[in-house]
């Protein structure tokens, strides 16, 4: 089957840095997203990887090793607004399907 | 300009009825896909449409079903409701065609079964 694995909760205080592991076992795979979602409101995009290594926006940076099947989500410069669940997703070649990690629960501490 | 507009936002039915939910997606948009969220299964897809044809289903009963219209707009229908199909669920809406690594979501209709 397809599963991507990824921590269900992490707390960090403001201004730390936080990284969100994410292993994935998926057919097709195309790439691996990164949406977040505070409560009570819609995934938003983050991030995109393609091929293997770091692509950086702004405080956020995401990373992918295919040979690995890992990718992970780094968060720096920790503020309160970050709290909210984090999810990766594996992009498939065929269509517009992904298929979604358990999502981490970030929650950032005075 | 706009986005992902879900209507109803918030709805409550009893087991055994139906609903039917909609999606109006980004203007120019065409991929229009359809996912349940719930606090033990997490972000499940359920199925994409393009151009008014279904490309991808996710695991759901047959009791899922859904369309899409020729503006794009899109509808998804689940009938004979159980409790568990107690959700949020999230219509996304993609301008690529294929691969879509941006998926543009509503803000979700949350539907609660009693």
């Known amino acids: 089957g397809q599963s991507l694995e990824q921590p269900s909760e992490v707390t960090a205080v403001e201004g730390a840095i936080v990284q969100i592991n994410c292993t994935y076992q998926?057919?097709?795979?195309?790439?691996l997203s990164w949406y977040q979602q505070h409560d009570g409101g819609a995934p938003t995009f983050l991030s995109y990887n393609a091929l293997d290594g770091l692509e950086e926006t702004g405080r956020f940076s995401s990373f992918l090793s295919r040979s690995d099947s890992y990718g992970y989500l780094l968060l720096q410069e920790l503020q309160m607004k970050d709290s909210a669940s984090y999810f990766c997703a594996a992009v498939k070649a065929a269509g517009n399907k992904l298929t979604f990690g358990g999502g981490t629960r970030v929650l950032v501490k005075p | 300009k706009a986005g992902v507009t879900q209507t109803p936002r918030y709805l409550i039915k009893t087991r055994g009825q139906q609903v039917t939910l909609s999606c109006s997606p980004i203007?120019?948009?065409?991929?229009v896909s359809w996912y349940q969220q719930t606090p033990g299964q997490g972000l499940q897809f359920l199925f994409e449409y393009f151009s008014e044809t279904q490309r991808n289903k996710g695991n759901f009963p047959g009791r899922f079903s859904g369309r899409q219209f020729s503006n794009s707009r899109s509808e998804m229908n689940v009938s004979t409701l159980e409790l568990g199909d107690s959700a949020l669920y999230l219509c996304a809406s993609s301008l690529q065609g294929t691969g879509a690594n941006v998926l543009t979501f509503g803000a979700g209709s949350r539907l609660t079964v009693l």
């Open positions: 998926t057919s097709g795979f195309y790439g």
């Open positions: 203007s120019g948009h065409r991929s």
